[in-house]
């Protein structure tokens, strides 16, 4: 079993990099390996418990049609593996007001960040643009 650190950057929705993200997480997390997530700048939004699922009214959808997940519930379905560990950089929290998470995530900071580096096996950083 190999551990892997992932550092991501990017806000709900404002790119394909988190859902590749969480596609890397969950492959890693199927093939038995440990994944450590930490999310700085916009990431620590991910986490979000109040994120809502919406209709689209352009084509005339409902919520249930729209089957629309949120990060938080992706990020809540890996963290439930017991192969995930998501630490939202504290430092971004305080500055957006980000605290109110979902269950598993955690506050810290960059030394966080590298200890995990440090400690893994291999160490992605997906920043933006």
Known sequence: MATLTIALM?????????TTALR???????????VNVFAYEGAVNLTMADQKPHPNPVKGTSVED??????????????????VDWINCGLCVDERGAGNWIEGARRGGPPDLLKWSNESDNTLIIGTR
Do not use: C, F, M, N
């Open 66 to 83: 729209q089957h629309h997940p949120t990060t938080s519930e992706w990020v809540a379905g890996v963290l439930k593996t017991e192969l």
């Open 10 to 18: 990017d806000s709900p929705y404002e790119s394909g990099t988190t």
């Open 24 to 34: 890397i997480i969950d492959a890693a997390v199927r093939k038995g390996h440990r």
